[in-house]
């Protein structure tokens, strides 16, 4: 099928990033949130992001305000109904998406498709809370969305091929690379990347070395772009570890089961850059 109007629900770290990068392809963008309090925080993200990409010689400014004008927030649901795709990006909350689906499902037009950027829950169960599950797929984004280059597109066992083929032609269109996967907890890179980082907790638990040294290894001798310690605080402790605890339920393996570390580090607070304080210490020099 032809897309023309992309719909995006959430307007935080992700939702932003997916509609910019949607409205930049030139797809007409409507991302909705829960307040306008919330919708207008996340389009003033987008234009700071797409700001900074014209100072970076990345963008002329004619196309940022062409972008701009291609984008809209709303708060409620009915002004997705004629979107031709609808890409969730909400509170990583099954009941949440449950009902979120199940209301979107009633108002949008029968053709359209379903999309959600879940990072751990299986697209499975969130394509059975709507009435079109081989309408559904998973089109899991990297953060910041703007600058990642990679898009997994997850097939589940109901999707069907035309929905499969539209979903990877609309990641290409937005200037991502996709790859294909199976409907499994993680998909690729959560499955390959959170046991490495949990493996590293367990390291500086048992005193292998301090935090600081072991993410000097990891890029000085794999060549990794930051240690797991800095990318811990630049995802966040608490999101880690509740990716972490899902992954656990659905393969009962202990290379998915957060440490003690971990889960004491977000019962006190911190979480890494957001909080201020995490493996490592963010605020003034």
């Given at each position: 099928m032809k897309i023309r109007k992309v719909g995006v629900l959430g307007c935080?770290?992700?939702?932003?990033?997916?509609?910019?990068?949607?409205?930049?392809?030139?797809?007409?963008?409507?991302?909705?949130?829960?307040?306008?309090?919330?919708?207008?925080?996340?389009?003033?993200?987008?234009?700071?992001?797409?700001?900074?990409?014209?100072?970076?010689?990345?963008?002329?400014?004619?196309?940022?305000?062409?972008?701009?004008?291609?984008?809209?927030?709303?708060?409620?649901?009915?002004?997705?109904?004629?979107?031709?795709?609808?890409?969730?990006?909400?509170?990583?909350?099954?009941?949440?998406?449950?009902?979120?689906?199940?209301?979107?499902?009633?108002?949008?037009?029968?053709?359209?498709?379903?999309?959600?950027?879940?990072s751990s829950l299986t697209i499975t169960q969130l394509a059975m809370f709507t009435r079109r599950p081989d309408q559904f797929f998973g089109m899991h984004f990297f953060n910041p969305v703007p600058v990642m280059k990679l898009v997994e597109v997850v097939r589940t066992l109901l999707t069907s091929e035309e929905t499969f083929d539209t979903a990877f032609e609309l990641a290409r269109s937005f200037g991502k690379e996709p790859i294909a996967c199976r409907d499994n907890s993680g998909f690729v890179v959560n499955r390959l990347l959170v046991p490495y980082l949990l493996d590293a907790v367990r390291a500086l638990e048992e005193g292998v070395a301090s935090a600081e040294d072991i993410d000097k290894g990891m890029q000085l001798g794999c060549g990794y772009p930051m240690g797991p310690f800095t990318l811990l605080d630049f995802v966040g402790l608490d999101t880690t570890y509740y990716i972490a605890n899902i992954m656990f339920e659905e393969y009962r393996e202990k290379r998915f089961a957060p440490p003690p570390l971990l889960k004491q580090m977000v019962q006190a607070g911190r979480l890494g850059r957001k909080s201020g304080r995490g493996f490592y210490e963010y605020g003034k020099k």
């Open positions: 935080g770290l992700m939702g932003s990033g997916i509609a910019e990068v949607a409205a930049r392809a030139g797809y007409e963008t409507v991302v909705r949130e829960v307040s306008q309090e919330i919708v207008d925080k996340g389009l003033q993200k987008i234009q700071g992001s797409l700001g900074k990409a014209v100072e970076k010689g990345k963008l002329d400014a004619a196309e940022r305000d062409a972008a701009l004008g291609r984008l809209s927030g709303v708060v409620g649901l009915d002004a997705l109904a004629d979107c031709d795709v609808v890409i969730e990006a909400i509170v990583e909350s099954l009941e949440e998406k449950r009902k979120t689906f199940s209301a979107l499902d009633e108002v949008v037009k029968g053709e359209a498709i379903f999309a959600s950027n879940t």
